[in-house]
């Protein structure tokens, strides 16, 4: 038997296993080490990811924005263009929804719909038969003003106090009620009538954030012009829905007139400055029911109408129409366009000629 022959094949064998096996590591080892390390990873991954119950939960828990947020239902049959003021809204109380808007968001001046907050702050804090006294803080009120004739030594309710605010639109009476709850509310009773004010004007602020009002800011109770004096039609919707809160406040914007003996026995005699709601005015609604107007130069004519017909509770906001008749014109067209549709009418728009600069810059 030849044995180196066949020592010398099986070293020939077990040479080129050894390089086959040496090749084999080389190409395929580093592979599958890098292919265990992707599966690793990828358990890594699936273990650090939030299970769907988890992103359910967290979902579920996101604080809500405070105050009401809107339905849109933008089904009305009015149309941009039918609505001639820059900005306005309708609002379907029953339903929560926002039936018409244009501008919605548009940063706007209120002029005295602020009366709105006052009127709302001041039934917060105090009680209807608080008493007032008229003090020096009716000077700081412009001289083109409305007013309702307070002077310094009345005594008045504050019931009262928020008629003579809301239907004549009296700026005295707004600082009156502002100064005086501003006293209370912080026991300050010797605080200066400007201090007072800024007071009042935070507690304003402080609303209108818990309410949502994100896009408001008062600088003053009576919504005399100032640049930091502004609001939305979306907000001030809110701040009307808000002061529904308090009855008293819808019942005195529904009142036609207000005639008065106060408790120092001054006799007053308000009148409603809302045509919607005066039976004898071309602009008359009969189911409206109140809010607010309001007017300065650069605010144009604004309004909160509210209306409640056959039981559907409308609220309509006008702001920045270019005169007194685009103002109702428009709002009543909202509140007919979800009511008696047949009594609609689109005019052409029309600018007043103001005739005296008091009438003008007037806040009412």
């Not at 579920?60 to 306005?88: H, M, W």
């Not at 408790?263 to 609604?285: H, K, Q, T």
């Not at 709002?331 to 003008?360: C, F, G, H, M, R």
Request: overall charge negative; some cysteine.
């Amino acid at each position: 038997m030849n044995t180196g022959k066949y020592n010398k094949k099986n070293n020939s064998e077990s040479t080129f296993m050894l390089i086959f096996l040496v090749i084999f590591a080389l190409c395929f080892v580093p592979f599958m080490i890098k292919s265990k390390n992707n599966k690793s990873n990828e358990k890594q991954t699936v273990k650090n990811q939030p299970s769907k119950t988890t992103i359910s939960e967290e979902t579920t828990t996101q604080p809500q924005k405070p105050g009401i947020n809107f339905d849109y239902k933008n089904s009305n049959i009015l149309t941009n263009d039918d609505i001639r003021s820059e900005v306005a809204i309708l609002y379907d109380v029953s339903s929560n929804t926002v039936l018409f808007s244009k501008n919605k968001d548009k940063i706007s001046f209120p002029a005295s719909t602020t009366k709105i907050m006052t009127a709302y702050v001041a039934l917060k804090y105090l009680p209807e038969d608080y008493i007032i006294t008229v003090g020096t803080e009716i000077t700081l009120i412009k001289p083109d003003s409305s007013i309702a004739y307070l002077s310094q030594g009345n005594v008045i309710s504050l019931k009262d106090a928020v008629y003579a605010l809301m239907l004549p639109s009296g700026n005295d009476a707004a600082y009156a009620i502002a100064v005086n709850t501003a006293r209370y509310v912080s026991e300050d009773p010797a605080m200066t009538d400007e201090d007072a004010v800024k007071y009042f004007c935070n507690l304003m602020n402080e609303t209108a954030t818990e309410i949502g009002a994100e896009n408001t800011h008062f600088c003053n109770p009576d919504g005399y012009h100032d640049l930091y004096h502004y609001t939305t039609a979306e907000d001030l919707l809110r701040i009307a829905l808000k002061s529904a809160e308090i009855p008293l406040i819808a019942e005195i914007s529904s009142a036609k007139y207000h005639h008065i003996n106060i408790e120092s026995g001054e006799e007053f005699f308000w009148s409603n400055g809302n045509s919607l709601i005066v039976p004898d005015s071309e602009y008359y609604v009969p189911f409206a029911d109140g809010l607010k107007t309001g007017f300065t130069d650069e605010a144009g004519y604004c309004m909160v109408a509210t209306a409640d017909h056959n039981g559907k509770k409308l609220v309509a906001v006008i702001m920045k129409a270019g005169s007194v008749r685009q103002r109702y014109i428009d709002a009543a067209n909202l509140l007919y366009s979800e009511t008696e549709p047949d009594k609609i009418k689109i005019e052409e728009p029309v600018t007043e000629q103001t005739q005296t600069t008091t009438i003008t810059t007037m806040v009412s």
